[in-house]
């Protein structure tokens, strides 16, 4: 079991940065690949990026590579999306998402969810 905490959401405007960061609870947080999914209202649930339990291997869709790297330092618990170069499109409820051994794209694939965080881009 692990349970996940979002926070960095917030309102920026087009162009701006923000930095999400995901902490997890338990003591097995490096046996689970961590991925980032979002939200916009009247839209299903999209990929964001996903890391591999070590964090050598990152995924990202294509809509947000270039500007979104995640990231995660295993002994503080904690994955992060650094995102840049925002834009009105990327406004949307993000979620943190754990799964054990192998990151996939896939929303069902992920069995734990965190609460989401909000963020809006402005134009």
């Known amino acids: 079991q692990v349970q996940l905490v979002e926070s960095g959401g917030g309102l920026v405007q087009a162009g701006g940065s923000l930095r999400l960061s995901c902490a997890a609870s338990?003591?097995?947080?490096?046996?689970?690949?961590m991925g980032w999914f979002r939200q916009a209202p009247g839209k299903e649930r999209e990929f964001v990026a996903a890391?591999?339990?070590?964090?050598?291997?990152?995924d990202y869709a294509d809509s947000v590579k270039d500007r979104f790297t995640i990231s995660r330092i295993n002994a503080k618990n904690t994955v992060y999306l650094q995102m840049n170069s925002l834009k009105p499109e990327d406004t949307a409820v993000y979620y943190c998402?754990?799964?054990?051994?192998?990151?996939?794209?896939?929303?069902?694939?992920?069995?734990?969810w965190g609460q989401g965080t909000q963020v809006t881009v402005s134009s």
């Open positions: 998402t754990a799964r054990a051994l192998v990151s996939t794209k896939t929303a069902s694939d992920y069995p734990y």
């Open positions: 338990g003591r097995t947080f490096s046996s689970y690949a």
């Open positions: 890391i591999t339990r070590t964090g050598t291997t990152t």
